[in-house]
Every structure is written in structure tokens, then in C-alpha cells.
């Protein structure tokens, strides 16, 4: 005699994820989302750091080669305090009042007194500078410009 299923609903197994796999599916993928989003503004501070670190770097660089070009002597008998340049955001030379100048760095200040070891001849210029980005100060460096004797 055949045997007759009495619960053909409970015996049957049907294919897909019950409503606690699903929910449990869920909570992992959140929690994972959450920790993820939670590094988010960190990573992009960083990000805006090294940017930055990049900008005044090159800016530093380009100022220094026309400096360099400017004779210690001239440099001596002038004061240019308050000059300023302007670059675009990739730290390229950019004319004043362009759209693309959206960095400027001002020499604050000149001293051509400075000596380089105790022999009175060797002197070096050091001018301070102070980079803008948008009109807010991200850096304030230094740089060393030697007497070439040109």
C-alpha cells in the first residue's frame, strides 16, 4: 500500500532564503556600509593633504627659479616685500585677475644679510613667503636664495 503524505506543505522543500537568512544578510552588509562610510572623511582630509603638500611644492619650486633670476644685487637694493604671484591650481604660472589664478604667493619679507658660515663674503638671501589658496593661507615657507656672485 502506498504511503500518503499527510503534510505535503511541511515536507516539500522550496529553493530561496528564509526571512532570517535575509535579515541576517542585511545586517552584516550594514554594518560592513556603515564602517566603510565611517572612513570616508578621513580618506578625503588625506586626500586634500597630499593636494595640498603637491600645490606648494610646485609653487615653491616656480617661485624659487624666478627669484634665482633676479641678481643677488638687485635683490639687495630692492625690497619685494609684498610682491606677488599667481598660479592656477595645478601650480602653474597664471596672470593676475584670470579666472585660473587661484593661488597666489606674496614675499613677505627679504633678508639678504644672512651668512653662510663664518666667512663674511658668502652671504644668502631668505625670503618668507605665504601661499593662498582661494584667498585662505595654507602655508608660510622659506626660501634660501644664494649670492651666485651674477
Do not use: W
Amino acid at each position: 500500500m502506498p504511503r500518503s503524505n499527510k503534510f505535503p506543505l511541511l515536507c516539500r522543500r522550496r529553493g530561496g532564503f528564509t526571512l532570517v537568512e535575509v535579515v541576517i544578510a542585511l545586517g552584516i552588509f550594514v554594518v560592513a556600509f556603515v564602517s566603510i562610510m565611517a572612513l570616508l572623511p578621513a580618506s578625503l582630509g588625506n586626500l586634500n593633504e597630499a593636494g595640498n603638500t603637491s600645490l606648494r611644492s610646485q609653487i615653491t619650486r616656480n617661485l624659487t627659479s624666478e627669484l634665482r633670476q633676479i641678481s643677488f644685487l638687485e635683490l639687495k637694493s630692492s625690497d619685494p616685500s609684498g610682491l606677488m604671484f599667481y598660479y592656477t591650481s595645478e601650480g602653474l604660472p597664471a596672470e593676475d585677475g584670470t579666472r585660473e589664478a587661484v593661488v597666489s604667493a606674496e614675499i613677505l619679507s627679504l633678508d639678504t644679510d644672512t651668512q653662510i658660515n663664518d666667512d663674511k663674503q658668502d652671504h644668502i638671501a631668505r625670503a618668507t613667503v605665504a601661499i593662498r589658496l582661494h584667498g585662505r593661507e595654507i602655508d608660510r615657507t622659506i626660501i634660501f636664495l644664494p649670492d651666485t656672485g651674477s
